[in-house]
């Protein structure tokens, strides 16, 4: 498989991506609460336009992306879930690549087996969920905490059996390292099944990851770039949230911690990969509102983001092109055993020219108009060294 083209230094072509990590339902979670209790509501009108117009953006830059559907509502009716996913095709702006959208549903104390098994057997192929995703160790509406509860062994034991991955989605400020260690219970419970560790954020994390894969665990760990190149003191400062744009659970931790988020990311062992965590909230839901968790990363700021890394940690040119490449997208590709898809002819170039990153993207308005911008993006205002020439892009 073709890699990054080296003859020009001041040009990138490589793959497109593959994202195992990404929110495309742009729906608001009401994060501000701290008792792991998300309420799902009903589908805000703002959020739903937010996800048609914010989200699809540069999503042709990538090859896959795994939507991770905050909904549970996706399993208790399968139709939902296939108008999620059509919802998407529809509103995709007219580009020559299409990513393959993979949607991963919540698992939840209440998930029925008979449910699951209608959703995974059906016939059409853009109404069938890929992945789980659990949060474990938390007792709420959401949370796993009790694995030998009937139903849910009954549910392991089938996605075990039909090679469903399940994705651990740990996101608790408090409770990180608690749903770690949940995580690798449950990996070893059920040892021929598939499990993604949706945020590699510290060491512990990196360790676990690692020491799973190493005893022949099938474990794969997303990194968010963002947890390898912050610290705690970028969004908040005496306790206070000084920085919402950067905002997001679990929140970015110590020095110590980002090192290991990049030592996965640069060194990209076959068992971790790139997973964004991107969602798309609202200016208002993040500034104003309830400083709603959560990062936007367009994939035209992602990829200059991520070049710009792998370039500091060493050269492109040598062997730090096959790790990018291992990061971006071979690793989960290998792991999810999945084969090329057919719009790889495109390649994501990016060439070394400064741009600025938009202050934020616009919205439509439920008026009909375009309104005066709405999505902060990762990296808002920042001058960028790399920048993608791809059609999907800006200007
Ligand atoms: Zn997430």
């Not at 792991?36 to 896959?64: A, M, W």
């Not at 039909?162 to 260690?181: K, L």
Request: overall charge negative.
């Amino acid at each position: 498989m073709s890699t990054l083209k080296t003859t020009d230094p001041n040009t990138i072509e490589f793959l497109a991506g593959f994202d195992i990590h990404r929110h495309l339902d742009g729906q608001p979670t009401p994060y501000h609460r701290r008792d792991h209790c998300r309420e799902i509501q009903e589908v805000d009108p703002v959020q739903q336009f937010l996800f048609s117009l914010v989200n699809v953006c540069g999503l042709g830059l990538f090859s896959r992306v795994i939507d991770i559907a905050n909904t549970i509502e996706l399993v208790a009716d399968p139709r939902g879930l296939y108008f999620h996913v059509r919802n998407i095709i529809d509103e995709t702006p007219v580009h020559d690549g299409w990513p393959q959208v993979l949607v991963a549903i919540v698992l939840t104390p209440a998930t029925k087996l008979a449910d699951l098994r209608l959703m995974f057997d059906n016939e059409l192929v853009w109404a069938r969920p890929f992945a789980l995703k659990i949060f474990p160790g938390f007792r709420s509406v959401h949370g796993v905490d009790d694995y030998d509860a009937p139903e849910f062994c009954a549910v392991m034991e089938y996605a075990q059996d039909q090679g469903i991955p399940v994705m651990s989605h740990v996101e608790s400020p408090d409770g990180a390292e608690v749903a770690t260690v949940k995580f690798a219970e449950l990996v070893k419970r059920y040892p021929a099944g598939k499990f993604v560790s949706a945020h590699v954020t510290n060491r512990y994390d990196y360790d676990v990851v690692r020491e799973l894969h190493a005893n022949g665990h099938r474990v794969l760990g997303a990194v968010n770039p963002q947890h390898a190149l912050h610290t705690q003191a970028d969004y908040l400062q005496d306790g206070r949230i000084v920085n919402p744009d950067l905002y997001m659970h679990p929140p970015f931790g110590s020095k110590t911690d980002a090192f290991w988020a990049g030592m996965a990311m640069l060194m990209a062992e076959p068992c971790f990969a790139l997973g964004s965590d991107s969602v798309a909230k609202t200016i208002v839901s993040k500034r104003v509102e309830s400083l709603s968790a959560g990062i936007y990363w367009s994939p035209e700021v992602l990829y200059p983001v991520l070049i710009a890394a792998f370039e500091k940690a060493g050269d492109l040119n040598g062997p730090w092109q096959a790790s990018f490449n291992r990061f971006i997208r071979q690793n989960a590709e290998s792991f999810f055993g999945l084969k090329p898809v057919w719009q790889d002819w495109q390649l994501v170039r990016c060439i070394r020219q400064q741009w600025t990153v938009p202050e934020r993207y616009p919205e439509y308005s439920s008026l009909g108009e375009w309104q005066d911008k709405c999505v902060v993006p990762y990296g808002a205002g920042k001058t960028l060294e790399w920048r993608v020439k791809n059609s999907m892009s800006s200007e």
